[in-house]
């Protein structure tokens, strides 16, 4: 697997630069291992957030109302 496949995770959640403060190489163990430990789990959880508040966003005017306010809020909240 070439290391620009790898290293799209790590971009994507924005864990790239803590990666790379843990680890030496760059490999498929060590990311998935990285990427499943609990000082991750906010980025990963962080990243689902924001891709479910688009998708809401997304579908907004024909969804219940309270589904995107509470995605939102929430979203809001965790950022500040």
């Known amino acids: 697997m070439q290391e ?3 290293l799209a995770p790590l971009s994507i ?5 803590a990666y790379l403060g843990r680890q030496e190489k760059l490999t498929l163990p060590a990311l998935i291992e990285f990427m499943r ?3 991750t789990k906010p980025l990963v ?3 689902l957030l924001k891709g479910a508040r ?3 966003h997304a579908v907004r005017a024909r969804s219940p109302p309270e589904m995107w306010e509470t995605l939102n809020a ?3 909240e965790v950022r500040a």
């Open 37 to 39: 430990s609990t000082t």
């Open 45 to 47: 959880d962080l990243f």
């Open 4 to 6: 620009q496949n790898l």
């Open 54 to 56: 688009e998708n809401a």
């Open 13 to 17: 959640t924005g864990a790239e630069d």
């Open 74 to 76: 929430t979203w809001l």
